[in-house]
């Protein structure tokens, strides 16, 4: 049959093709003009960020493009709109169905914003600023400074209680005692006043508790507090670390007992090679300096790291390091341990990580501010006052303020190397944003 009619079809097969060309290079014509001319359609961009092209606002930038974007781990930085804080009342009881039961109602639960760190990194400014809103209040409304409750009183018994399978009315009524006596860290009548105010705590020793993600949100699940961290680029955070000890010990009238800054180091890179964190083949500070002294060139890098190391894999070691009386190396290898506040907190948008120097920046701190829920953020006028300079061009800690020392350049491109790839860790963990942060750079180029 096809044989029969070929001449037909031919003739057929010949339109259509002449068609279908037609059609395919009009499509091909269309894509031209308007799929390779995509970004000349800003208003189409933005709306792929739900985010409407107007006069006042400008286009997208790939900064903040990124910054929607949630990293292998599943966290980006919140934007507005944020989640709105949770006022709300809670009430436990204690001993149900004995004779001793205790009902306990908190009017407000609290509280709704824990600063978890890291230790110097602007923790206490943000407090200090926290202080002077009229929409935010802290412990330090009750004379108290860092509370360190989860750490100190929460953490041992409810991990203690949840691990040995107990009761769940024994976890439960434990978890009721906990929250009635967090709130003894606020002045509770301003709080309870105020539907507006928002109640929030700062410890720097949490980030250090991988277990505390856990124990917050047993503690807190009607009200789920938002979390909030600040890291300082970790050798400016160890430095400013050994100036405050100094303080410490000068201002106690008694002599210096402390050892060099060299020698902490030293400590701890003896500490990192004990529990895996790096190989034995790692130089020495003193090894380093002498190479740097008898040649011109920057070395390469003189630590000996093991190969293939996930971030998973150094929280397993952070978790069994005993660290020394004077180590505070480990508290700037910030990848590990985020890692647990990340996974527990990061999905919903309850966590915000901001580097120190935005802290300097009041759009910035506006942004922590309306992250924590507060409503009115004019700070610009105190802000202008807290700006600080340190031997090392950084921002530092108003503690250390009157200790006058100088970071030995050598020591300061020595903990550079060191914290390289755990900050390339931390972009792993965070996202593109912290590309490059706390990199060796021109910086140390010109200080040799």
Same mark, same amino acid.
């Given at each position: 049959?096809?044989?029969?009619?070929?001449? %037909?079809?031919?003739?057929? *097969?010949?339109?259509?093709?002449?068609?279908?060309?037609?059609?395919?290079?009009?499509?091909?014509?269309?894509?031209?003009?308007?799929?390779?001319?995509?970004? &000349?359609?800003?208003?189409?961009?933005?709306?792929?960020?739900?985010? $409407?092209?107007?006069?006042?606002?400008?286009?997208?930038?790939?900064?903040?493009?990124?910054?929607?974007?949630?990293?292998?781990?599943?966290?980006?930085? @919140?934007?507005?709109?944020?989640?709105?804080?949770?006022?709300? =009342?809670?009430?436990?009881?204690?001993?149900?169905?004995t004779s001793s039961e205790q009902v306990i109602h908190l009017p407000t639960a609290v509280p709704h914003?824990?600063?978890?760190?890291?230790?110097?990194?602007?923790?206490?400014?943000?407090?200090?600023?926290?202080?002077?809103?009229?929409?935010?209040?802290? +412990?330090?409304?009750?004379?108290?400074?860092? #509370?360190?409750?989860?750490? !100190?009183?929460?953490?041992?018994?409810?991990?203690?209680?949840?691990?040995?399978?107990?009761?769940?009315?024994?976890?439960?009524?434990?978890?009721?005692? *906990?929250?009635?006596?967090?709130?003894?860290?606020?002045?509770? =009548?301003?709080?309870?006043?105020?539907?507006?105010?928002?109640?929030?705590?700062?410890?720097? &020793?949490?980030?250090?508790?991988?277990?505390? +993600?856990?124990?917050?949100?047993?503690?807190? #699940?009607?009200?789920?507090?938002?979390?909030?961290?600040?890291?300082? !680029?970790?050798?400016?955070?160890?430095?400013?670390?050994?100036?405050?000890?100094?303080?410490?010990?000068?201002?106690?009238?008694?002599?210096?007992?402390?050892?060099?800054?060299?020698?902490?180091?030293?400590?701890?890179?003896?500490?990192?090679?004990?529990?895996?964190?790096?190989?034995?083949?790692?130089?020495?500070?003193?090894?380093?300096?002498?190479?740097?002294?008898?040649? $011109?060139?920057?070395?390469?890098? @003189?630590?000996?790291? +093991?190969?293939?190391?996930?971030?998973?894999?150094?929280?397993?070691?952070?978790? !069994?390091?005993?660290? =020394?009386?004077e180590g505070h190396l480990i508290r700037g290898v910030y990848a590990p341990l985020l890692l647990p506040?990340?996974?527990?907190?990061?999905?919903?948008?309850?966590?915000?990580?901001?580097?120190?120097?935005?802290?300097?920046?009041? %759009?910035?701190?506006?942004?922590?501010?309306?992250?924590?829920?507060?409503? !009115?953020? $004019?700070?610009?006028?105190?802000?202008?006052?807290?700006?600080?300079?340190?031997?090392?061009?950084?921002?530092?800690?108003?503690?250390?303020?009157?200790?006058?020392? $100088?970071?030995?350049?050598?020591?300061?491109?020595?903990?550079?190397?060191?914290y390289q790839p755990f900050n390339r860790l931390l972009a792993q963990l965070l996202g593109e944003e912290?590309?490059?942060?706390?990199?060796?750079?021109?910086?140390?180029?010109?200080?040799?």
């Open positions: 049959c096809l044989h029969k009619h070929k001449t %037909t079809w031919l003739k057929l *097969f010949d339109r259509s093709f002449s068609f279908y060309t037609i059609v395919i290079l009009s499509c091909l014509a269309l894509f031209a003009v308007y799929g390779f001319g995509l970004t &000349e359609q800003p208003a189409l961009k933005l709306n792929l960020f739900d985010i $409407s092209a107007t006069d006042d606002t400008p286009a997208i930038t790939m900064k903040s493009a990124l910054r929607l974007q949630r990293s292998d781990y599943g966290y980006h930085r @919140p934007r507005p709109p944020y989640l709105p804080v949770q006022h709300v =009342s809670h009430t436990c009881v204690i001993n149900r169905n914003l824990i600063l978890i760190g890291a230790q110097k990194s602007a923790t206490s400014e943000f407090r200090v600023l926290a202080d002077k809103h009229i929409n935010a209040i802290t +412990p330090h409304s009750v004379g108290a400074g860092e #509370p360190s409750f989860l750490n !100190d009183e929460v953490e041992g018994p409810v991990m203690e209680l949840m691990l040995k399978g107990n009761k769940e009315e024994e976890v439960r009524d434990a978890l009721c005692r *906990f929250r009635q006596k967090y709130t003894e860290f606020f002045d509770m =009548s301003r709080v309870n006043e105020n539907a507006m105010i928002v109640a929030m705590e700062k410890t720097p &020793e949490y980030i250090m508790h991988p277990n505390l +993600p856990l124990v917050i949100d047993a503690l807190c #699940p009607p009200w789920k507090p938002k979390i909030l961290t600040i890291l300082c !680029d970790p050798v400016e955070r160890a430095w400013s670390h050994y100036r405050m000890d100094v303080r410490k010990s000068q201002k106690r009238g008694v002599p210096m007992t402390i050892p060099s800054f060299a020698e902490r180091v030293r400590r701890g890179i003896d500490d990192f090679i004990s529990n895996g964190l790096l190989n034995v083949g790692t130089m020495s500070l003193q090894d380093f300096q002498t190479s740097l002294a008898n040649n $011109s060139d920057v070395p390469s890098s @003189p630590f000996a790291f +093991p190969k293939n190391v996930t971030i998973e894999k150094y929280a397993q070691l952070f978790e !069994d390091y005993k660290e =020394s009386k506040w990340v996974k527990q907190f990061a999905a919903d948008d309850r966590l915000m990580v901001m580097k120190f120097k935005e802290m300097w920046n009041e %759009t910035s701190v506006d942004e922590a501010f309306r992250f924590a829920g507060v409503a !009115d953020t $004019s700070i610009d006028e105190r802000l202008a006052n807290k700006k600080k300079k340190t031997t090392t061009g950084e921002g530092d800690h108003h503690a250390n303020k009157g200790i006058e020392m $100088s970071l030995d350049p050598t020591i300061q491109l020595y903990l550079k190397f060191l912290w590309d490059g942060w706390g990199e060796y750079g021109v910086a140390e180029k010109a200080a040799m």
